[in-house]
């Protein structure tokens, strides 16, 4: 259930980011992922970098950066360009 929770999630990330990646200048960098990213690196400050104890927020970061780039290509694929 908890990845169903996370599936969700990331799908709503992508979601609510997409019309700011999509109308963001061509040189600017934006992270849809971000928001995990935060969390991931708030998990080693609190744990002293222990990475064993933040596994949970890395594969949260890596599940969104997935199905962002599996969206993008999906979109791109149906909008004829290639990547």
């Given amino acids: 259930m908890a990845e169903e929770k996370s599936h969700e999630k990331t799908d709503s990330t992508w979601e609510k ?11 600017e960098y934006f992270d849809p992922c971000q928001e995990a ?12 970098g222990d990475r064993d104890l933040c596994t949970d927020y890395f ?9 962002w780039v599996t969206e993008r290509k999906e979109e791109k ?7």
């Fill in 17 to 27: 980011s997409r019309s700011t990646f999509n109308t963001k200048k061509y040189s």
């Fill in 37 to 48: 990213a935060n969390r991931s690196m708030k998990c080693l400050r609190r744990n002293g």
């Fill in 59 to 67: 594969q949260a970061y890596r599940d969104c950066k997935r199905q």
């Fill in 77 to 83: 694929r149906k909008s004829g360009f290639s990547l």
